[in-house]
């Protein structure tokens, strides 16, 4: 039977609600297509993002994190997944000790959780010490795309690969962006940054599948990715730790 705490999984924004939504939807755990809700045994957990903000904001993340741990006792397990961006003050590392500094004041030094922790692939997950048990949740952190290496969003579907109906059509995107990314010509013909190199991958191969033009997240649906691959299972078990 279901209890009466809140689950909740905090994210940056609409796209990293949709396609995590879809591969829950694809995995079995999200029982209501038009609903960002993944389910864990008895348990719903609602997916929740700042709103109308297609490409996420780290801040309000966390914002929800800080705000769901003034009232402890309401939730059951709470999650938080934010980018490790480029920005040397928002990479992995610096992700998790904002994690920490947030739980660390929430906490008020009373050692509710044991926050002298590292960055590792399968993601951090915290539970309260016994004496804390009944009054504060199960916490836990996913960094995309990996827990160690720079990116978002983007970056875990790539890296992930793609479905074996479509490895043509990812290796063909791959190669022509990155020879069109080498080439010097004038006027040039990528006119993005750097930095968002696995964005143009990304979109690149979605233009070619069939339907082209869909969102992240209904390419999800569609089955354009491999969502068994080891990155992906990682996730999927952090999940299933944080929420069971």
Known sequence: ???????????????????????????????????????????????KENKNVQNGNDDKAYEMLQNALTTPQQYGAIGLIVDADADKHKNAQDRLQRFIDIIDMETGGKKVYDTNI?????????????????????????????????????????????????????????????????EKSNPPVMHYIQNHHHKALVHTFLAWVEDPGNPMGTSVDKKCWNINSNLVSNFMNWLNNVYC
């Open 118 to 182: 590292s960055l590792k692939k399968e993601g951090i997950i915290l539970k309260p010490t016994d004496k804390f048990a009944s009054i504060f949740p199960k916490v836990g952190l996913w960094i995309m795309p990996d827990n160690q290496n720079t990116g978002a969003i983007e970056h875990f579907l790539w890296d992930s690969g793609a479905n074996e109906d479509y490895i043509n059509t990812y290796n063909a995107a791959e190669k022509i962006v990155k020879e069109y990314e080498r």
């Open 1 to 47: 039977m279901a209890d009466s705490k809140k689950y909740e999984l905090y994210v940056e924004g609409r796209n990293d609600q949709c396609i995590i939504g879809s591969i829950g939807y694809q995995k079995g755990i999200k029982p209501f297509k038009d609903k960002y809700v993944l389910r864990f045994g008895d348990n719903n957990v609602e997916i």
